[in-house]
């Protein structure tokens, strides 16, 4: 009885110690998969980061190329505005000469904006390190409207600020005025002799302010409209009327997304256009209004602001 006994639990044992084993040869079979998948991973990871390497490298190379040749050119367009305006000053100059001298500054800003929109497009990616403030709205739409001014008076068309209160908001301040430099600009591009491009803030909200920027100008197909902020993107309409880049609207797009602002354009061919932007007043506003649904295209990138 004992020996049956001792027999049963040995093999009680024998069993016991064999599932003992078989969990041992799971665990470590669990083991190796476990290790196996993350010595993948790294593989992957690592080919993926050597695979890419070059092309942030090349990335880095392009953005400090293009940041050095936009500076370097940048001061020698200085160099020529100040000796073309000296030159003017001299009043026994005769007027065609004048004339050239002031086609020369024109043609001297013109150059100095698209490497202003080069150079902010250049930082796109790299926003991050781009630094928020508390920006005077109004201050820096004066100083929008007074670089303006010499194109506006050349072209016949008249350019106003609406005379009502224009909030602080919460952004950067070069950003801003690059952002209302484009669209007043191209207000004034596109539009025909004595037309007008009027300013004016059309909502002030605790967390919002709104800017309209309306033109009496050639006006935008609706087909057109989803288009006009990709980059490169000029209307079939514009192309022969004025030489352009196409990179006015994109860079708007990505500061209007910078600052989680929104954009609505609408327009109507042979009447003019309507964009309104929205700018937060502060780091982080509450949760947007639902969007109303209005004629025209919107991008709104509200959603996107940090809350508190
Ligand atoms: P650019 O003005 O250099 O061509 P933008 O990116 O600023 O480039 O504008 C893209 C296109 O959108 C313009 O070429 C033009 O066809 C259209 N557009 C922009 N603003 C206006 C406007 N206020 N009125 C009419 N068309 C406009």
Known sequence: MSVGYSTISTQVGVRKSSRAASNEVQRAQFGLFA??????????????????????????????FIESISHELRTS???????????????????????????????IDHINEILNNLLLFNRVGTFDTITFETVDLRAVMQAVLTRLQRLAERRGVSLRLEDAEIPPVYGNATGLEQLFFNLIKNGVTYSLRDGSVTVACTSITEHEVAIRISDTGIGIASEELPHIFKLFYRTDS????????????????????????????ESTIGVGSRFTVTLPRQPAAATPATPVHQPGVTYDFSASRPRS
């Open 35 to 64: 290790v196996l998948v993350l010595v993948a991973v790294l593989v992957a990871l690592i080919t993926t980061r050597l695979a890419l390497a070059p092309v942030g490298e090349a990335l880095i190379t392009q953005r400090r």
């Open 77 to 107: 367009l200085a160099v020529l505005k100040t000796q073309n305006e000296v030159a003017k000053l001299d009043s026994t100059i005769q007027e065609a000469i004048g004339d050239t001298l002031d086609q020369n500054i024109t043609e």
């Open 238 to 265: 514009v192309q022969e009327i004025t030489s352009g880049t196409g990179l006015g609207l994109a860079l708007v797009y990505e500061i209007i997304k910078l600052h989680s602002g929104k954009i609505h354009v």
